[in-house]
DNA sequence: CGTGAAAAAGCGGCGTC
DNA sequence: GACGCCGCTTTTTCACG
């Protein structure tokens, strides 16, 4: 599916406030009301949003660690990586999971509540798992920029 | 601010999809439809949801590539670590920019159309600044999950 | 907190270009 | 095929009990 200037700017706008009105949208990107609806289903149906969600304060609930972990795996068949995945999709506490190249195979962002959470669950996911050679922990001090906005320029 | 159950019951659905209807969510929590409502409206307020938005598929704007970047300083002053927080954070490329623990300093997530543009962007953020030892790079390959649901429970 | 009414937004059909 | 216009339906929103 190809993206014209109008499907832009109603991306940009619904990644940083997707409950802005449609008329609002239209407004802004000169097209009616029904026109962004038609657009932003379209979009929705072709897997380009691919989710509408409330980004949430994780200290609120208690989560207040974020940490970053570089996993490292033994072997790479298409089965286990694809098995690792699966583990690590499934975990509430992994926010994010990236599969990379380079000096590790697994980039993870975790939130916890407490250390002793990350320690009880690297047990659970790291040395419970025969297939990972090693990790790498770091642990946010500070979280200078979240940012969700894919550049739409 | 004090979250109860039934914040955390209506947190937990906003956070998979916040376009669900305040009565079916009241359904789910057992909550009338406006009690749902002023709820949200609390927690909004008080910063607890922190914003609503579209998760967008960065491959259908051109951005293909998400890379992850540790970053490792020189010196360790506060004021350069101030600057250095700075400078990546007013990067349209970079997402994500946490200040860590371990055996770096910063880690970076970033969003580029190409290898040629991550590497345009290298010679300016890293090269370009004598305050950065050294930076290791990861390249995804898949984006497994991206999280940001912060455990209710 | 729940009920119920008013306002607004979402949603679909139809004619037009 | 996509647009805009016009109703209908659903949802949001705010009074009040």
Redesign the interface.
Known sequence: ?V?DEFD?GI?AI??????TSQRTIGEAVNLSAPAVQRRIKK?TE?????????????T??G?AI?I?V?VEIISETSGQIEAA?RE??TM?????????????D??L?I?VPSMPAYEALTKKLFFGNNNVKKF?????????????????A
């Open positions: 599916m993206l832009r991306l619904l990644q940083r406030d997707n409950l979009m072709a897997g380009i949003i691919q989710a509408n969600v409330a980004i949430v304060d994780p609120a609930l989560h974020t970053f570089e995945k690590f999709e509430p506490e992994v926010q994010q999971c990236y599969y990379v190249t380079g000096e590790a697994f980039v962002v939130l790498r922990t770091f642990v946010a001090m500070d979280r200078i920029k979240v940012g969700l906005q894919v550049p739409t």
